[in-house]
T-cell receptor
Framework: DTEVTQTPKHLVMGMTNKKSLKCEQH?????MYWYKQKAKKPPELMFV???????INESVPSRFSPECPNSSLLNLHLHALQPEDSALYLC????????????FGPGTRLTVT | LAKTTQPISMDSYEGQEVNITCSHN???????ITWYQQFPSQGPRFIIQ???TKVTNEVASLFIPADRKSSTLSLPRVSLSDTAVYYC?????????????FGTGTRLQVTL
């Protein structure tokens, strides 16, 4: 199984809502990532988890809160987002942190109204 | 981090060979060259990686000249389904602090 799954596929939320994005992989990978991608732009790294511990936070605003409950799951909790946070949120995993070969999920298309 | 420069877009007809060149003039000795492909509304997918000369897999070939200041991704006989954005990344991925830093990419449009 070389698949990274993400739910939901689409999410519309108001600026006062709290929601969560979920990501799952069963490849035994020990590194997991969150990226943000705006339309017609490249993906930008947000967070890196290695062995379920937060390794890198790319100065992401605190309204984005990542969580790694176990080695297969990665969540991104969202609270008080702004319309400019609307984007495609991609989850990825790799065998170890820093690997050049990452497996990406299909993403969650988030719209903040 | 080595900066990469790629054409913004390319057009091709189905069945042609497509070559996408990436310039990375300040590539470091320990850096590798990696290419990703991203279809619309999907996450990027690793295609190929190389250090020097030529690397080939079932999807593409990667040509790297001796000075390593550029590289060329070659897609043989493209089809409509090869329409995607292709990213060239350069980095030293031997340590845990390494990241994937995507540049602007090349948008390839394949038509009949």
């Amino acid at each position: 199984d070389t698949e990274v799954t993400q739910t939901p596929k689409h999410l519309v939320m108001g600026m006062t809502n709290k929601k969560s994005l979920k990501c799952e992989q069963h490849m035994g990978h020990r590194a997991m990532y969150w990226y943000k991608q705006k339309a017609k732009k490249p993906p930008e790294l947000m967070f890196v988890y290695s062995y379920e511990k937060l390794s890198i936070n790319e100065s992401v605003p605190s309204r984005f809160s990542p969580e790694c409950p176990n080695s297969s799951l990665l969540n991104l909790h969202l609270h008080a987002l702004q319309p400019e946070d609307s984007a495609l949120y991609l989850c990825a995993s790799s065998l170890r942190e820093g690997s050049y070969e990452q497996y990406f999920g299909p993403g969650t298309r988030l719209t903040v109204t | 981090l080595a900066k990469t420069t790629q054409p913004i877009s390319m057009d091709s007809y189905e069945g042609q060979e497509v070559n996408i060149t990436c310039s990375h003039n300040n590539i470091a000795t320990n850096d590798y060259i990696t290419w990703y492909q991203q279809f619309p509304s999907q996450g990027p997918r690793f295609i190929i990686q190389g250090y020097k000369t030529k690397v080939t897999n079932e999807v593409a070939s990667l040509f790297i000249p001796a000075d390593r200041k550029s590289s060329t991704l070659s897609l043989p006989r493209v089809s409509l389904s090869d329409t995607a954005v292709y990213y060239c990344l350069v980095g030293d991925w031997s340590g845990t602090a390494s990241k994937l830093t995507f540049g602007t990419g090349t948008r390839l449009q394949v038509t009949l």
